[in-house]
């Protein structure tokens, strides 16, 4: 079993920036792939980015490339979504997730374990 746990979410303004963590327990955290998804009030849940087990590859959605970056620190258990220039459409439910393989895609079915979400709301 593995429990996920987001913070670091709130209130920022447009072009502001945020870091988003995400706590891993229970399980060989270094040996799985990791992510962030994230769902906007009646929208679909989507992929945001993700990170390999070692984190020798990460990989983003269209939408945040360039201005998001996944990192993970396997000392600490701990991922992170630092996040720049930031927009109102960004402004969601963000979610962690854990896969059961050292690499993993964009698909929310390739993760097997979820955090409960932190909210980011960006203003204009």
Known sequence: QVQLVESGGGLVQAGGSLRLSCAASGRTFSTVAMAWFRQAPGKEREFVAAVSGNGDMTIYAD?????????????????????????????????????????????????HYWGQGTQVTVSS
Do not use: P, W
């Open 63 to 111: 939408s945040v490339k360039g201005r998001f970056t996944i990192s993970r620190d396997n000392a600490k258990n701990t991922m992170y979504l630092q996040m720049s220039s930031l927009k109102t459409d960004d402004t969601a439910v963000y979610h962690c997730a854990a896969a059961l393989t050292t690499y993993s895609g964009s698909t929310s079915g390739e993760y």
